[in-house]
């Protein structure tokens, strides 16, 4: 099975009318998004969206919860483990989702931004981790493109 998101309806869209801002994309047992923007921050953040169309998630109330979140890393690929990690666990302690991200700082190993979510009373489906196995960042002609594959 093959969910695709939304398709970018910007200047990305326009040069490649089949980019997909996140694909849930076929696994054996575990799930695995790939995503697509065109920079690094749409690339990051459309990895919420993908998690939150996973979850499926039932909502305690409307009101929105802004949540501070700062890492720092190794190198690319530390930075985009380290925040799913941490939007997992920060999901997970608090009974929240996560389907947004406003940016301050994001460079190949520094991330400063605040995220937004709502209260949930449930999820239909829980994601334990971000996993390294399988993971790809690229820069592409004109977008960059992110797979990540995750414990369930």
């Known amino acids: 099975m093959k969910i695709s998101g939304g398709t970018q309806n910007d200047k990305t869209a326009k040069q490649c009318p089949e980019v997909k801002e996140y694909e849930i994309l076929e696994h054996a047992a575990d799930l695995k998004i790939r995503t697509r923007g065109r920079d690094l921050k749409e690339a990051f953040s459309n990895f919420l969206k993908g998690i939150f169309e996973f979850c499926r998630p039932e909502f305690e109330d409307r009101k929105p919860v802004v949540r501070e979140i700062r890492l720092k890393a190794e190198n690319l690929e530390s930075l985009l483990i380290d925040f799913l990690s941490q939007i997992l666990y920060l999901s997970d302690v608090n009974d929240e989702v996560y389907s947004a991200i406003d940016f301050e700082i994001l460079t ?28 790809e960042i690229k820069k592409r002609d004109d977008y960059w493109e992110a797979t990540v594959l995750f414990d369930i």
Do not use: F, N, S, Y
């Open 108 to 135: 190949p190993r520094e991330l400063k931004g605040k995220i937004t979510g709502r209260k949930i009373t449930r999820q239909q489906a829980e994601i334990k981790a971000a996993t390294w196995h399988e993971l």
